[in-house]
C-alpha cells in the first residue's frame, strides 16, 4: 500500500476569508500581495474603471491594451481572475505572445478579429470573430489577434489568474536587456546579422 500514489489535487485552495484586497505597497507572496486591513478596505477597492477608457492604438503595432489585472485592481487578489481591454486601429494587432499563468478566454465587442494559437505540436488554430463571438487560448500557448476589418476594433480578454503575465515575442527576441547574443538569433531565425539589427531598431535597438 506504502507504494500507491497519493491522491493529488490540481486546483487552487479554497480562500480562508472573504476577500484579500491587496497592499501594493508590499511585495508579493507565493499567493499574491498580503492583505489590506479589512478596516481600510472600502467599496472603491472592489470598483475599476480602466476598462471603460479607448486606449491609444498611435504605436507600430496599432493596437493598445488596458491590463485589469491585480496591480490596477487591487480587489482582484487571491481571486484568480483578471480582463484586459484591446483597443485595435485598422490592421493593427496584438502580436504573437504567451501567458505563463492563465488561459484566455478573447470576446469581442467591435469589429473583425483574426485569433488563433499554435500548439506545442505546431499546430495553428484560428477563427475570424464578429461582435459577441469568443474563442479561448489554453495556457502558455503563442497566440495573437489581428483587426481584419475595415475600422476599429474592441475586445475584452478574460483570465483564470490575476496576474497572468505575457512574453510577448517580438520584445522578448529583440528588445531584452542586455540583449539575446546575435548569434543565437541568427542561428535559431536562419538570418545574417544585418537582419537581427535592422528588426532591434524597429524597437529602438
Given at each position: 500500500?506504502?507504494?500507491?500514489?497519493?491522491?493529488?489535487?490540481?486546483?487552487?485552495?479554497?480562500?480562508?476569508?472573504?476577500f484579500?484586497v491587496?497592499?501594493?505597497?508590499?511585495?508579493?507572496?507565493?499567493?499574491?500581495?498580503?492583505?489590506?486591513?479589512?478596516?481600510k478596505?472600502?467599496?472603491?477597492?472592489?470598483?475599476?474603471?480602466?476598462?471603460?477608457k479607448?486606449?491609444?492604438?498611435?504605436?507600430?503595432?496599432?493596437?493598445?491594451?488596458?491590463?485589469?489585472?491585480?496591480?490596477?485592481?487591487?480587489?482582484?487578489?487571491?481571486?484568480?481572475?483578471?480582463?484586459?481591454?484591446?483597443?485595435?486601429?485598422?490592421?493593427?494587432?496584438?502580436?504573437?505572445?504567451?501567458?505563463?499563468?492563465?488561459?484566455?478566454?478573447?470576446?469581442?465587442?467591435?469589429?473583425?478579429?483574426?485569433?488563433?494559437?499554435?500548439?506545442?505540436n505546431?499546430?495553428?488554430?484560428s477563427?475570424?470573430?464578429?461582435a459577441?463571438?469568443m474563442?479561448?487560448?489554453?495556457?502558455?500557448?503563442?497566440?495573437?489577434?489581428?483587426?481584419?476589418?475595415?475600422g476599429?476594433?474592441?475586445?475584452?480578454?478574460?483570465?483564470?489568474?490575476?496576474?497572468p503575465?505575457?512574453?510577448?515575442?517580438p520584445?522578448?527576441?529583440?528588445?531584452?536587456?542586455?540583449?539575446?547574443?546575435?548569434?543565437?538569433?541568427?542561428?535559431?531565425?536562419?538570418?545574417?546579422?544585418?537582419?537581427?539589427?535592422?528588426i532591434?531598431?524597429?524597437?529602438?535597438?
Amino acid at each position: 500500500m506504502l507504494l500507491l500514489p497519493l491522491p493529488s489535487h490540481g486546483a487552487d485552495p479554497d480562500p480562508l476569508q472573504d476577500f484579500c484586497v491587496a497592499d501594493l505597497s508590499a511585495s508579493t507572496s507565493v499567493n499574491g500581495f498580503p492583505c489590506k486591513p479589512v478596516s481600510k478596505t472600502t467599496s472603491d477597492d472592489f470598483f475599476f474603471d480602466g476598462l471603460s477608457k479607448e486606449g491609444n492604438t498611435s504605436n507600430p503595432f496599432g493596437a493598445n491594451l488596458t491590463a485589469g489585472n491585480v496591480l490596477a485592481f487591487p480587489g482582484l487578489n487571491t481571486l484568480g481572475i483578471s480582463m484586459n481591454r484591446i483597443d485595435f486601429a485598422p490592421g493593427g494587432i496584438n502580436p504573437p505572445h504567451s501567458h505563463p499563468r492563465a488561459s484566455e478566454s478573447v470576446l469581442v465587442i467591435e469589429g473583425k478579429l483574426l485569433v488563433g494559437f499554435v500548439t506545442t505540436n505546431n499546430v495553428f488554430y484560428s477563427k475570424v470573430l464578429s461582435a459577441g463571438q469568443m474563442f479561448v487560448i489554453p495556457r502558455g500557448l503563442v497566440h495573437f489577434q489581428l483587426n481584419v476589418g475595415e475600422g476599429k476594433a474592441l475586445a475584452f480578454t478574460a483570465f483564470n489568474s490575476q496576474l497572468p503575465g505575457a512574453a510577448v515575442l517580438p520584445l522578448t527576441l529583440f528588445a531584452s536587456t542586455p540583449s539575446i547574443p546575435d548569434q543565437v538569433l541568427t542561428k535559431a531565425l536562419q538570418v545574417d546579422k544585418d537582419v537581427i539589427n535592422t528588426i532591434r531598431s524597429k524597437f529602438g535597438f
